[in-house]
């Protein structure tokens, strides 16, 4: 991620004139282009909240989604809801005016809701990863450790989590001093690109950005690694070929989510590769900003049974 050279932007002007201005750059090309982005981003946006609006209603009206499974998967379409929201509509904006103006408030507010909910859906992929341990482990006794109330107790820890350490990690970068023409190569106010207009020493932030942020990755990718070779292990022990595709088949779409989420992460913030571009940057973060919260329900409900049966009753009634 590099800041672009304020002399070659349209906007210096104005941003000399307001120093507590941030201007997320975007997309950079012809108006043509931007306007063809913006339409697209504009449907995958609304098919998003469609898709993710359609899981929650289920899962909250539908009898046969009453389980632990589905509502954790709800939680994670609000998660997805909250990311989409706090992204696409500033970056509508910005590719229509060839960049935006965003007061500092605003783009640390902007970066806090995306950790809030980047960070919930880390600890939340790890809890479902254990609901599916317990499930194919241990079947019989499913329903008396996976009760309702523990369902709400872990999905009320990740959201504590998500709202503490994004609060952690937005608070120490408001300490730092930031002077001259601030212009950020990126669509939303990410935190690596906001200290690169740091005028004050980054090194404690850096510190700390990497320490929680490797212990927030590594904590629930370890949970999800034990929980799915203890899964691998029992599946193999089927004696039946039906089994052993059935008991797979149950946590097939988390691991696809937790494969895609996963991998754009670590490119992003634990192990981002070198001389990686600012164009590269912004298309790994447009895949898990703005498409997985897309790809989430699509994964979800083509890939299962239940959910499907539940839009054919509700069509039924309707």
Not at 40 to 53: I, R
Not at 185 to 204: G, K, M, N, Q
Not at 286 to 314: C, G, H
Request: aromatic share 12%; net charge positive; hydrophobic share 45%.
């Amino acid at each position: 991620m590099t800041v672009v050279d304020a002399a070659k932007s349209p906007y210096a002007e104005l941003v000399c004139k307001q120093e507590w201005k941030r201007i997320p750059q975007g997309f950079q090309g012809s108006q043509v282009l931007r306007n063809l982005l913006c339409l697209l981003f504009l449907l995958v946006y609304d098919v998003t909240l469609c898709g993710n609006l359609l899981i929650i209603t289920l899962v909250s009206t539908s009898k046969i989604l009453h389980t632990p499974m589905y509502f954790f998967i709800s939680q994670l379409s609000i998660s997805d809801i909250l990311l989409t929201t706090n992204i696409v509509p500033n970056l509508l904006h910005i590719l229509l005016n060839n960049g935006a103006a965003m007061t500092f408030a605003g783009c640390f507010t902007q970066f806090y809701f995306f950790g809030t909910s980047e960070t919930f859906e880390c600890f939340l992929l790890a809890v479902m990863s254990y609901d599916r341990y317990v499930a194919i482990c241990n079947p019989l006794r499913y329903s008396s450790i996976v009760t309702n109330s523990l369902c709400v107790q872990l999905v009320s820890m990740c959201w504590f989590l998500g709202f503490l350490i994004s609060f952690i990690l937005t608070i120490t970068p408001l300490t730092l001093y930031f002077c001259g023409i601030n212009i950020i190569d990126h669509f939303f106010c990410d935190l690596v690109p906001l200290l690169e207009l740091a005028c004050s020493d980054t090194f404690i932030v850096h510190l700390e950005l990497h320490i929680i942020g490797s212990i927030t990755i590594l904590i629930p990718t370890t949970i999800i690694v034990v929980s799915y070779t203890s899964i691998v292990q029992a599946v193999l022990r089927i004696p039946s070929s039906t089994g052993r595709q059935k008991a797979f088949s149950t946590c097939s779409s988390h691991l696809i989510v937790v494969s895609i989420f996963y991998w754009t992460i670590f490119s992003v913030y634990v192990f981002p590769t070198k001389g990686q571009t600012s164009a590269m940057s912004k298309i790994i973060s447009l895949l898990y900003s703005v498409l997985t919260p897309l790809i989430n329900p699509i994964i979800y409900s083509l890939r299962n049974k239940d959910i499907k049966k539940a839009v054919q009753q509700t069509i039924h009634k309707r």
